[in-house]
């Protein structure tokens, strides 16, 4: 029998398929803290008027990151939606240049 030159055998048997996991993936520096003094009026005064949902993304965390909110369980206050995220970094500084053999 010959076989066919830049062709791949079939498989035979049973395929497995891989197991999918949807579980959020672990953050490399996770951030628990709650929103700061002025997300929480804003989150409190959208509450009341039943439009918090609106506010998903604009809200600030203590760190720095734009996140929603959700009313806390066990009190009266608001905590940052989703719970942990990661942490807000700042932009990244462009490289600086050498000035090797600048011409004058």
């Not at 999918?20 to 520096?29: E, H, N, Q």
């Not at 720095?64 to 608001?78: P, S």
Request: proline share 11%.
């Amino acid at each position: 029998m010959l076989k066919r030159v830049g062709r791949k055998p079939k498989r035979k048997g049973i395929r497995i398929p891989r197991q999918v996991s949807f579980a959020s993936p672990p953050y490399k520096d996770p951030c628990y803290g709650p929103l700061n003094a002025e997300s929480q009026a804003r989150a409190a005064e959208a509450d009341r008027m039943g439009n918090l949902d609106l506010l998903d993304g604009k809200l600030r965390c203590e760190c720095g990151k734009m996140v929603g909110a959700k009313r806390a369980v066990d009190g009266d206050y608001f905590q940052p939606d989703p719970r942990p995220h990661e942490r807000y970094k700042g932009p990244r500084q462009p490289a600086r240049k050498r000035d090797y053999g600048k011409r004058i």
